[in-house]
């Protein structure tokens, strides 16, 4: 069994016996990948923003990520991101397993659209139709691992994906509120859809560090939203090692189907 991993803000490492990171070269550049065994499960860690923060969420590679995992040989993958929550009455420091998303720009942060199918002619090409944009086996899997921890989750929740490296205006986030939408980041909207055309099952563990901009009454405090981050990194490896054995053996699909067009 081999899972992709996926890391945000303030997981830049994973604890365990991984080796790396290696360079692994894509069609779409090169993706640093870090392996290792975790509990009788091979794992692939990709932290987006690389050591130091080098990348803001401008500069992820995403296709090259997602391509990288899946040529890798992971069988479903798991995206966590700190988040910013829109919904008022999701507490600070609780964790969210997604199940919708709202990512009406679809577009990768160099501008392009979040593709891979972007060649006429190409055997592979199609359109992704779904109900839900995340895999049900591995959100579970999560959940349990919430439970058996006993950390504060959020079982459903619509992520909404947000342009970066800027955070968004008080009107902005209003206007998401209005869509539904639980939580936001600046990272993982490409993440579910490339996952989805490379039929990889995706799911995504959200960290809520603070409160969009205009839905609390005060700003959030620096010194806690750092003391935030830093703890997220301890929370979210906890739940996904117990997640990791339950993946083990599952039936994994990915969500909807990919219809393709034969050349």
Same mark, same amino acid.
Do not use: K
């Given at each position: 069994?081999?899972?992709?991993? *996926?890391?945000?803000?303030?997981?830049?490492?994973?604890?365990?016996?991984?080796?790396? !990171?290696?360079v692994?070269?894509?069609?779409?550049?090169?993706?640093?990948?870090?392996r290792?065994? *975790?509990?009788?499960?091979?794992?692939?860690?990709v932290?987006r923003?690389?050591?130091?923060?080098?990348? @803001?969420?401008n500069?992820?590679?995403?296709?090259a990520n997602v391509?990288?995992?899946r040529?890798?040989g992971? =069988? &479903?993958?798991?995206?966590v %991101?700190?988040?910013?929550?829109?919904?008022?009455?999701?507490?600070?420091?609780?964790?969210v397993?997604?199940?919708?998303?709202? #990512?009406l720009?679809?577009? *990768? %942060?160099?501008?392009s @659209?979040c593709? #891979?199918h972007d060649?006429?002619?190409?055997? =592979?090409?199609?359109?992704?139709?779904?109900?839900? !944009?995340? &895999?049900?086996v591995?959100?579970?899997?999560?959940?349990?691992? &919430?439970g058996?921890?006993?950390v504060p989750?959020?079982?459903?929740?619509?992520?909404g994906?947000v342009?970066?490296p800027?955070?968004?205006s008080?009107?902005?986030?209003?206007?998401l509120?209005?869509?539904?939408v639980?939580?936001?980041?600046?990272?993982?909207?490409?993440?579910?859809?490339? &996952?989805?055309?490379l039929?990889? !099952?995706y799911?995504l563990?959200?960290y809520v560090?603070?409160?969009?901009?205009g839905?609390a009454?005060?700003?959030?405090? !620096?010194?806690?939203l750092?003391?935030?981050?830093?703890? %997220?990194?301890?929370v979210?490896?906890?739940?996904?090692?117990?997640?990791?054995?339950?993946?083990?053996?599952?039936? @994994?699909?990915?969500?909807?189907?990919?219809?393709? #067009?034969?050349?």
């Open positions: 069994m081999r899972v992709g991993l *996926l890391t945000g803000t303030g997981t830049y490492a994973v604890g365990g016996a991984l080796d790396g !990171p290696d692994v070269s894509t069609p779409y550049g090169n993706a640093l990948v870090t290792g065994e *975790l509990s009788g499960i091979d794992l692939l860690h932290a923003h690389e050591q130091g923060h080098a990348r @803001l969420s500069h992820v590679c995403h296709r391509f990288a995992l040529h890798l992971a =069988e &479903c993958a798991i995206g %991101s700190a988040c910013g929550a829109v919904e008022p009455g999701v507490p600070l420091g609780s964790l397993v997604f199940d919708d998303l709202h #990512f720009a679809n577009r *990768l %942060s160099d501008g @659209l593709t #891979f060649r006429p002619g190409d055997p =592979e090409r199609g359109h992704w139709i779904f109900d839900r !944009p995340f &895999c049900d591995v959100r579970a899997a999560l959940l349990e691992a &919430c058996e921890l006993d989750v959020v079982q459903r929740g619509c992520y994906h342009d970066g800027r955070f968004n008080r009107a902005e986030v209003r206007s509120a209005l869509a539904g639980t939580a936001i980041s600046q990272t993982s909207g490409p993440e579910a859809v490339l &996952c989805g055309e039929e990889l !099952p799911a563990l959200g560090t603070d409160y969009a901009n839905v009454e005060a700003p959030p405090d !620096p010194d806690d750092a003391r935030r981050v830093a703890a %997220s990194s301890e979210v490896w906890a739940v996904v090692q117990r997640a990791l054995p339950r993946l083990d053996g599952a039936r @994994l699909t990915s969500p909807g189907m990919v219809y393709r #067009f034969g050349a």
